[in-house]
């Protein structure tokens, strides 16, 4: 098997390490960074001019004119092969051997491209997020894109849709709503208000245990966390499990990034008659015991998309089934992607 990626993380380039084209070579570190917006200002959504964006991104494959774009999710990085593996590899739905495949960390993040600090109280957009993914790709001589993403990501690829049109050759979106309902920013502000009353990491752990809430089912958790911990005996494991969630998350980001990319997802919402008007073929995939974002919700919305094929996956896992049944959505999204290819 070819190998894609190195088995430690390879050193970030310096900006003189960059290639002019930005176009990674054979033998180079798949974490990259490159500076956009140097000569002409990103112009945010809220007036805003950003010069000099740094972002940070993975690339695998051949460069090539046509590219798949993958988003990531609220907390997730642009290393897809870590945290999509059974989508990503030799003959799977992300083949490296196959097609010129991008990624990049989101503007407003904390893994390494500009983030809240930047921004300098500046609201986001996905919009935001997007128009700098336009750039990158522009920079990196992609004029057709495939692009793909699940929850926050296939949020962002509704924005592509809407945004950039004319570019995308077909898009997939997993688990994701072209607009954020009062449930989900009811979620969000409650997350929000736990780090703003605990700043420090304390009120982040809080936020993310309720975001874990939102991301399971009732039924995934009794298969996987009844009864009492392993780990701390007389404490039952769903506390144990929400403790350790809390923990980790605040280990490896950033609190500030967490209440802009928020933010930026309840702001988020088109239209039905922006819906009416995406022409690029989509499959809109809906997972069957998702409460965060319910399958009745995601195919309503894809059913205004004119060249939409819905699915849904069929998953006790809740809204991280597209993450923990990556398995069985590869094999839904490898067959939509290659059609007629």
């Not at 005996?233 to 500030?256: D, N």
């Amino acid at each position: 098997m070819t190998a894609y990626f190195s088995a430690h993380p390879a050193p970030v380039p310096s900006e003189a390490e960059v290639p002019e084209r930005c176009w990674p070579q054979p033998d180079a570190p798949r974490l990259q960074t490159v500076t956009l917006f140097r000569d002409h200002p990103l112009l945010l959504d809220c007036g805003r001019p950003l010069s000099s964006v740094r972002v940070a991104y993975h690339a695998y494959g051949v460069p090539s004119p046509e590219a798949v774009l993958v988003t990531h999710a609220l907390t997730g990085t642009s290393a897809l092969h870590e945290w999509w593996p059974a989508l990503f590899g030799p003959e799977r739905a992300l083949d490296p051997q196959r097609s010129y495949i991008v990624c990049s960390n989101v503007l407003g993040g904390c893994a390494g491209t500009a983030g809240p600090a930047e921004l300098e109280g500046a609201p986001l957009t996905l919009r935001d997020m997007v128009a700098v993914q336009r750039e990158l790709l522009r920079v990196l001589g992609v004029r057709r894109v495939t692009v793909i993403g699940g929850s926050m990501g296939g949020m962002q690829v509704y924005e592509w849709l809407r945004s950039y049109p004319d570019l995308v050759e077909r898009a997939v979106i997993v688990g994701a709503p072209a607009r954020h309902s009062p449930w989900a920013v009811g979620l969000n502000t409650a997350q929000r208000n736990a780090i703003r009353l605990a700043p420090g990491g304390e009120g982040l752990k809080v936020a993310r245990q309720i975001a874990m809430l939102s991301y399971r089912s009732p039924a995934s958790f009794e298969q996987t966390q009844a009864g009492e911990s392993r780990r701390t005996p007389g404490t039952p494991a769903i506390a144990s499990y929400l403790a350790y969630q809390g923990e980790k998350l605040a280990e490896r980001f950033c609190e500030e990034s967490y209440c802009t990319l928020t933010e930026a997802m309840d702001s988020f919402a088109l239209s039905d008659d922006d819906l009416r008007a995406i022409r690029p073929p989509v499959l809109a995939v809906g997972i069957s015991s998702d409460v965060l974002y319910p399958s009745a919700e995601v195919r309503a919305q894809a059913a205004l998309l004119p060249n939409a094929q819905y699915w849904e996956l069929e998953s006790i896992h809740g809204h991280d089934a597209f993450l923990m049944d990556a398995a069985t959505l590869e094999t839904r999204v490898r067959d939509f992607l290659w059609d007629g290819l």
